[in-house]
Each structure stands twice: as structure tokens, then as C-alpha cells.
């Protein structure tokens, strides 16, 4: 199945979902382009796990609704997402094989040859139960029953953390390559700049459960630049998303598509993803706007 490219992959709606009186999501609203790869960037406890839990129709939002090329996420979608939370849902006592064969029986689209093949490349011992496995084995073989299933969308909560650099090198290859040959949308979560970088084609900032940021990678990067100067002159330009000071001296992430100063008595670079995707982890929470009141 190849992607739509007319039809968002998965297009988010004004999500809002609390847990108690704690707001996971505020609101959250963007659309993740087919056939691209989408990070979710956020501090620990921003909201990537529920929102991509909502999107894989596992988690209700109290408002807002998440759609799945085109429909609502929910039993139907289910069969054209690939879903990997951050605990693997593995059976431990189940081997490796057993695991391949059970995903087999549950997917009507499962590729078998695929499996096995990335199974050998991961070197999974087929009859050690799953419980024994190492951490990063475990998230392998929860990636491979996921990619597997043959998905449009593939919907990963930090895939990437519990393995190792050999293993997150392969991994970003097998991910890469299926984006490529069978057009797979994917979507991650991550705390690692370097595995955004590497990886991503768009991002998506959020903070406090609400959308800071959400932009094409190179067009997020040309549309912002950095100042460093005297704290007077930085911190009166235009249009700051964040601004940082040390001693008498400020440095700021601007929001700014024109080229790069070279007047003002100020140091102006374009932003590396890094600075970007962290400046808008640090912005503070934007004021709500004040209610203008007529008499
Ligand atoms: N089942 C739950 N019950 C109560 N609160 C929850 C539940 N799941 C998440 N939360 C809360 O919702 C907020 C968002 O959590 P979430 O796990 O989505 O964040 P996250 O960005 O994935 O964090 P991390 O990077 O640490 O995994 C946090 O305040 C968290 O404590």
C-alpha cells in the first residue's frame, strides 16, 4: 500500500486530554505530511506519549479528534498503524520465533520473509523466550512486529533509546529504508537531536502538552536565526522565540526568514536544529492574549 500524498497521514485536531486535573494535551492541532518522517520533540512529561497513544486509537481525547488518513483513529485505523510504546507489548514467555509467528496470525497484512530478515540482521536468537532478552533486543523485535505488519503509519515512542549506537545506526536504516521503498509515514518521539537530525524531515516542538512549534526541518532552520550581543541591543529585536543571557551579554533564537544581518553591532548565525528545537523548549508559555472589554 502506498502512501496518499494529497490526504495528511494523520492530521490533529484541537487534542486536549487530562488526566485528572493535569492537561496532557492543551489543544494540540498539526498534520504530519504522508510518506515523510515527523519527530515529536518534548521535555519529559510534554505529552508524546498520549498524543501518540491518541493517535493510535488507544487513548480517547476528552476534545478533538486525531484522523488517520483521512478517518478517525480508532478499531478501524488500527490495521494501517504500526504502534511501539515505550514498554515493548511483548510476551515474555513466548520465544522469538513464536513472537514472529503470533504476528503472523494477527496481521492479515504481515510479511513473513520481512520479519525474518530483519530478525536475522538483529542476530535474535529465535528460541530465547522474550523475556530473557536483552532491553535492546526486546524494542528490536517490537520495531520489527510493527514494521512487519505492513503499516501506512508508523507511530514510535522513542524507539531508539535502549539500543545501542550499532544497533540505533541499523534501526535509522531499516526506518529509512521503508520510508523510501513503500512510502511509510512515521512518526517518533525523541529527546536526541543527533537521531532528529539523522532521521526527520519535519518536527513537531511540544511543551506543557501544546504545540511550540511545527515546520518542515530546513524550513524551520532558514526561518530563524541567532543573536548574540549586548543584553540592551538583543533583548529589544523583533520577534524572539527565546532569549538567553550570561554576564552582559544575551542570546536569542528569532523568528526572522530574511538573510543573515551583518549591521547592528550584533553576531548573527542561521540556528543549528539543536538550537532551534531548544530554544522552543525554553521559550516560555506564551501569555494567554488579555480580553479587550468594551463599554
Ligand atoms: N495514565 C496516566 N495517568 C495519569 N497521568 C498521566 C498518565 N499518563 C500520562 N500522564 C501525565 O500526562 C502528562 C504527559 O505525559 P506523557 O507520558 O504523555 O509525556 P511524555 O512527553 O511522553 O513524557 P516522557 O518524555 O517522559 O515519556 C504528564 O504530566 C504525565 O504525568
Known amino acids: 500500500m502506498s502512501a496518499d500524498r494529497t490526504t495528511p497521514a494523520v492530521d490533529v485536531a484541537g487534542l486536549t486530554h487530562r488526566f485528572g486535573r493535569r492537561y496532557a494535551l492543551d489543544g494540540c492541532s498539526f498534520t504530519v505530511p504522508a510518506g515523510a518522517v515527523t519527530a515529536l520533540v518534548g521535555r519529559n512529561g510534554a505529552g508524546k506519549s498520549t498524543l501518540l497513544r491518541t493517535a493510535a486509537g488507544l487513548l480517547r481525547p476528552d476534545t478533538g479528534a486525531v484522523r488517520v488518513f483521512g478517518e478517525p ?3 478501524a485505523t488500527l490495521p494501517r498503524i504500526g504502534y511501539v510504546g515505550q514498554q515493548a507489548p511483548l510476551y515474555p514467555m513466548l520465544t522469538v520465533a513464536q513472537t514472529l509467528t503470533l504476528g503472523g496470525r494477527l496481521n492479515p497484512r504481515w510479511d513473513a520473509a520481512y520479519a525474518h530478515r530483519l530478525a536475522d540482521d538483529a542476530e535474535l536468537p529465535y528460541t530465547a523466550p522474550v523475556g530473557t532478552l536483552a532491553a535492546g533486543h526486546r524494542t528490536r523485535l517490537a520495531l520489527i512486529l510493527a514494521l512487519a505488519k505492513r503499516p501506512g503509519v508508523l507511530l514510535l515512542d522513542e524507539p531508539l533509546a535502549p539500543l545501542d549506537p550499532v544497533a540505533r545506526a541499523e534501526m535509522s536504516g531499516t526506518l ?12 517518533l518521539s525523541s529527546h536526541v537531536v543527533a537521531d532528529i537530525e539523522s532521521l526527520c524531515d ?3 516542538v511540544l511543551a506543557e502538552g501544546r504545540v511550540r512549534l511545527t515546520a518542515e526541518v530546513e524550513r524551520a532552520l532558514t526561518g530563524h536565526l541567532i543573536a548574540v550581543g549586548a543584553t540592551e541591543d538583543v533583548t529589544e529585536l523583533d520577534d524572539i522565540v527565546e532569549v538567553r543571557t550570561a554576564g552582559r551579554d544575551a542570546t536569542a533564537l528569532i523568528r526572522s526568514t530574511g538573510p543573515l544581518p551583518s549591521a547592528g553591532g550584533l553576531s548573527w548565525h542561521r540556528p543549528t536544529l539543536e538550537e532551534l528545537v531548544l530554544g522552543y523548549l525554553r521559550a516560555p508559555r506564551p501569555r494567554p492574549k488579555r480580553k479587550v472589554t468594551t463599554t
Open 202 to 204: 519535519h518536527v513537531v
Open 176 to 187: 529509512m529504508a521503508d520510508v523510501a521503498d513503500r512510502g511509510t509515514t512515521v512518526v
Open 73 to 75: 483513529a480508532g478499531d
